[in-house]
């Protein structure tokens, strides 16, 4: 499976992106992971065909994640955005959904979001 992002970009705190994901096909899990420069890419969110979601703790209330199945699509709304949550954002696939991103097959190319 391909994946593209988009969406990333330069906002001020407090400020809001949305961050897309096309898919070449649709796969069981579907996630968003970052990585800030020098830390280890971390798990931001997942959604698995049935709908049901988890957030990273950092991130709950403030960032929503979903996907449209017929249009091979996944979002993630990004609210209340701070400085903290600046990295690389990377759209990943896989056969079902965890945290770590070693199960995951398929990534993007990764799209920049900073915050200032």
């Known amino acids: 499976v391909q994946l593209v992002e988009s969406g990333g970009g330069l906002v001020q705190a407090g400020g809001s992106l949305t961050l897309s994901c096309a898919a070449s096909?649709?796969?069981?899990?579907m996630g968003w992971f970052r990585q800030a420069p020098g830390k280890e890419r971390e798990g931001v969110a997942t959604?698995?065909?049935?709908?049901?979601?988890t957030y990273t703790d950092s991130v709950k209330g403030r960032f929503t994640i979903s996907r449209n199945a017929a249009k091979n699509m996944m979002t993630l709304q990004m609210n209340s955005l701070q400085p903290e949550d600046t990295a690389t954002y990377y759209c990943?696939?896989?056969?079902?959904?965890?945290?770590?991103?070693?199960?995951?097959?398929?990534w993007g190319q990764g799209t920049q979001v900073t915050v200032s």
């Open positions: 990943a696939a896989g056969d079902f959904c965890h945290s770590s991103p070693s199960p995951y097959s398929a």
């Open positions: 096909y649709t796969r069981t899990c």
């Open positions: 959604i698995d065909s049935d709908g049901s979601t």
